[in-house]
C-alpha cells in the first residue's frame, strides 16, 4: 500500500485497542480542545458500520454520511463535511451499513487518499477498536496516533499488542514494497516467536533482518528511533493509575525498541457521564472539569 504524499494538514488518528476505553469521547473533546486554540479541526468518525461521534455533539441527523462517499454515492469527500455549534470544528459523520467496516482494498486505497487531501490544521480520524488492516492502515497514515487505553493490566496488554501488530504491519508492506520476500517470510516467523524464540524481541528480528538485508534493517532501526507513541490511560482514578502506562513503556522498550513514547492520563470523572447524557462534549458542559483540563493538555502536546 502506498502511502499519500503529506500536506500541511495534520492527520491524528485516536484508537482504542479494545471496545469501552472511552475512545470516542475523548476524541469528540479533542477536537474541540484543538479548536479552542485556534485550529481549524475536521473530525472524522471512521468507526465504520457502529458510528456515533456524530451523537456527541448532540447532532441526531445526518444529511451525508462516509457511507454515501464509500458506496460512490457521493463524488467529493468534501461535500459530506458538516460544520458543528463549535468555532472552527466541522465533521464527517462516519456510517451504519452492515458490512461497511470490511472496505475492499481499492476503496480503502481511495478513502485513505481523500481523508489526506482534506484541507484544515487538523484531521482527526476516530477509528473503530481493534487491530483489524483497516483500522491500523488508517493508523498508518496519521502522523501522530493516541491510543486510549484504561489501567486495568488487561487493557495496558491489549495497547501492548495493537502497537506490536503496526509495527508489523508497517514492516510487512514496507519489505512488500522492496519485493523482499525472503523478509515477509521472516516477519510470518516473528509472529510465532515460541517456535522462533530468537526473534521474540525486535532486536532479535533486526539481527535477523540484517543477515539478509543491511538496509531494511537499518531503515526499521531508523522507523523504531522516531517512532513516538502517544498514549492516553483513561478514566485514572489514582496516582497509582495515572503510573500504570509504565508497565506499557517497559514493554514497548524491552520487546519492541521503543525507546520514547508520551505517557498521558485522563482522570475519571462523573462530568463526563452526565455531559453524555445531555448529548453534550465535555469541554462544552464542564469546561473546568478535570477531564476537559486533561484533554486540553493533550491538544497541547499535539500542537508542539
Not at 204 to 228: C, D, H, P, Q, W
Request: hydrophobic share 45%; glycine share 6%; charged share 20%.
Amino acid at each position: 500500500m502506498a502511502l499519500p504524499d503529506k500536506n500541511d494538514t495534520k492527520i491524528v488518528a485516536i484508537v482504542g485497542p479494545k471496545g469501552g476505553v472511552g475512545k470516542t469521547t475523548i476524541s469528540a473533546n479533542l477536537a474541540i480542545a484543538l479548536s479552542k486554540l485556534g485550529k481549524n479541526v475536521i473530525a472524522v468518525d471512521l468507526d465504520l458500520g457502529a458510528s456515533n461521534l456524530h451523537t456527541l455533539f448532540g447532532i441526531r441527523e445526518t444529511k451525508a454520511s462516509l457511507d454515501d462517499f464509500v458506496l460512490n454515492k457521493i463524488t467529493n469527500l468534501p461535500d459530506i463535511v458538516m460544520n458543528t455549534d463549535v468555532n472552527n470544528l466541522r465533521i464527517i459523520c462516519g456510517g451504519n451499513i452492515p458490512g461497511i467496516a470490511n472496505l475492499h482494498y481499492n476503496k480503502k486505497l481511495k478513502l485513505i487518499r481523500n481523508l489526506s487531501q482534506l484541507k484544515s490544521d487538523f484531521v482527526l480520524l476516530d477509528l473503530g477498536a481493534g487491530a483489524s488492516s483497516n483500522v491500523v492502515d488508517f493508523l498508518i497514515i496519521a502522523q501522530d496516533g493516541v491510543l486510549v487505553t484504561t489501567p486495568e493490566v488487561p487493557s495496558l496488554l491489549n495497547a501492548y499488542s495493537f502497537i506490536k501488530t503496526l509495527i508489523f504491519r508497517r514492516l510487512a508492506l514496507h519489505f512488500k514494497q522492496i519485493e523482499q520476500k525472503e523478509l515477509i517470510e521472516l516477519l510470518d516467523k516473528a509472529r510465532d516467536f515460541e517456535s522462533y524464540p530468537k526473534l521474540k524481541t525486535m532486536e532479535g528480528l533486526i539481527e535477523a533482518v540484517r543477515s539478509i538485508n543491511v538496509a531494511a534493517a537499518n531503515s526499521i532501526r531508523n522507523f523504531l528511533t522516531n517512532y513516538k507513541p502517544i498514549v492516553v490511560v483513561n478514566r485514572a482514578r489514582s496516582e497509582k493509575d495515572a503510573d500504570t502506562g509504565k508497565v506499557l513503556q517497559n514493554l514497548m522498550n524491552q520487546y519492541l525498541s521503543i525507546k520514547s513514547s508520551i505517557i498521558l492520563s485522563v482522570h475519571e470523572d462523573t462530568a463526563v457521564g452526565i455531559a453524555v447524557t445531555k448529548l453534550k462534549p465535555v469541554l462544552l458542559a464542564a469546561p473546568r472539569s478535570l477531564f476537559a483540563k486533561d484533554i486540553e493538555m493533550i491538544a497541547q502536546v499535539l500542537v508542539r
